[in-house]
């Protein structure tokens, strides 16, 4: 979570390139397979909207805008919260399910476009957050563009899912020796990263593009980690 800084209008240094397994290239593979992307696509934990309310403060009469909403999983706490919501989402079969889901929210629209391009009124929002979905946007368009959309003082929250390896559990070391010897390839297995190897900035820049909001004119910038359990029965 950040700030917008009205002293600072710096642009960034360009960052270096990295293959991540989500380049922008695959961005609407998603919406040919929304059904099970809802589906299987966590949710979010409650204190996480908490935190981010508590913030940025109460929601009356602020507007907010959610960068690559799909189908909605992080949209409800804000409309509930009272924000007047625009979700700008680029595949438009995950945009007709975000429409249908909220439909008695008259506190809701729903765009569809690239957020690169959409064309949105400057110095306007009070919040943009996108929830594990900006990896997908160019971090040298998105974050100068985020800036400018929010109001001076407004707030800028991207949070996404990271997996934490249970490294010691017996259950989890099972698993893990089934996927040395069954993991499909020639892809590679994804690299173990501990809690605190999530804030170095090349773990930020695998998640989000860049590697600090500061080079974007960002201040009072945090980050929380919240854990959550899921569980999955064979089949699934």
């Given at each position: 979570m950040?700030?917008?800084?009205?002293?600072?209008?710096?642009?960034?240094?360009?960052?270096?390139?990295?293959v991540?397994?989500?380049?922008?290239?695959n961005?609407?593979?998603?919406?040919?397979?929304?059904?099970?992307?809802?589906?299987?696509?966590?949710?979010?934990?409650?204190?996480?909207?908490?935190?981010?309310?508590?913030?940025y403060?109460?929601a009356?009469?602020?507007?907010?805008?959610?960068?690559?909403?799909?189908?909605?999983?992080?949209?409800?706490?804000?409309l509930k919260?009272?924000?007047?919501?625009?979700?700008?989402?680029?595949?438009?079969?995950?945009?007709?399910?975000?429409?249908?889901?909220?439909?008695?929210?008259?506190?809701?629209?729903?765009?569809?476009a690239?957020?690169?391009d959409?064309?949105?009124k400057?110095?306007?929002?009070?919040?943009?957050?996108?929830?594990?979905a900006f990896?997908w946007?160019?971090?040298?368009?998105?974050?100068?563009?985020?800036?400018?959309?929010?109001?001076?003082g407004?707030?800028?929250?991207l949070?996404?899912?990271?997996?934490?390896?249970?490294?010691g559990?017996?259950?989890?070391?099972?698993?893990q020796e089934l996927?040395?010897?069954?993991?499909h390839k020639?892809?590679?297995?994804?690299?173990?990263?501990?809690?605190?190897?999530?804030?170095?900035?090349?773990?930020?820049?695998m998640g989000?593009?860049?590697?600090?909001?500061?080079a974007?004119?960002?201040?009072?910038?945090?980050?929380n980690?919240?854990?959550?359990?899921?569980?999955?029965?064979?089949?699934?």
């Open positions: 950040a700030i917008r800084d009205a002293a600072s209008e710096e642009e960034p240094e360009a960052n270096k390139k990295m991540a397994g989500y380049e922008r290239e961005r609407l593979n998603f919406n040919d397979n929304v059904a099970n992307y809802d589906r299987y696509r966590p949710d979010y934990p409650v204190e996480l909207f908490e935190d981010i309310f508590s913030y403060g109460p009356k009469n602020k507007k907010a805008l959610e960068v690559g909403a799909g189908t909605g999983k992080a949209s409800a706490p804000f919260a009272g924000y007047d919501l625009t979700a700008v989402e680029i595949g438009a079969n995950m945009a007709d399910v975000l429409r249908e889901r909220y439909k008695d929210y008259s506190n809701f629209e729903v765009i569809v690239p957020f690169e959409v064309l949105l400057e110095d306007n929002y009070d919040l943009i957050y996108a929830a594990t990896h946007i160019d971090a040298e368009v998105g974050c100068p563009k985020a800036f400018r959309l929010l109001k001076s407004g707030g800028f929250a949070f996404r899912y990271n997996n934490v390896p249970a490294d559990e017996s259950y989890y070391e099972e698993i996927y040395k010897k069954y993991y020639p892809y590679k297995r994804p690299i173990k990263v501990t809690r605190e190897g999530y804030r170095t900035p090349t773990q930020i820049y989000f593009r860049f590697e600090d909001m500061r974007y004119g960002f201040t009072d910038i945090i980050m980690f919240y854990d959550a359990e899921r569980t999955f029965d064979a089949k699934e």
